[in-house]
């Protein structure tokens, strides 16, 4: 269970685990970032307990670390074993990112947590990315590239703002009627049949 997490099954855990206090492991570091930013569930997915602090580092691919009888084939270590000071530090080599109150390696933060995080336009070629909020976001895709991202999904938090889809005009209207390629799942957003043309994101969200 350890070698693929449990909600994306990544099979790159082993460079980006998640260490919590109650000891289940078995989630990546951007699956936690997920659930604690976008879902304010700060619950281990398995037990359900509550973590206030997560800590996401790469294993010890060559030797084992566990020094317990039972558990000689473990290759990170556990929460315990790294020694938290206080609530905020965990040594030179890390960095707590407070939003979501998860320690990243300094190297593992810049290259995969920040440019998860940043509203960036991501048109080929175009380097741009809005230290002023979404709107500027908006604006600068639809004024120098004519794309756009789903309203409904940014406001339901599907998933960060990194990783949505952008759109050109005649590709959003297929993402709110019919949904994205079959591997997605997604199969649109539903329109009311009491207000149309207005959709919601899905069904839970209809109210009359």
Known sequence: MDEVCLICCSEDIHLERGIVPCNHNSVCG??????RYLNSDL???VCKESNDRVIVDRDERD???SSRDDDESRHYKTYEEY???GD???GQDYILREEVKMFFRKDYHE???VPLFQLACQYKGCDFVSKKGMRA???HMRKQHTISLCNLCVDNKRDFVSQLPRFRPEQLKKHMSKGDPKTSGFKGHPMCEFCKPQRFYDLTKVSL
Not at 30 to 35: I, K, N, Q, S
Request: charged share 30%; hydrophobic share 40%; net charge positive.
């Open 30 to 35: 951007p699956c936690h970032a997920r659930l």
């Open 43 to 45: 619950k281990c997915p």
């Open 63 to 65: 030797s084992a670390v």
């Open 83 to 85: 020694g938290v000071w």
């Open 88 to 90: 905020d530090e965990l």
């Open 111 to 113: 290259n995969k947590i």
């Open 137 to 139: 976001l908006k604006d």
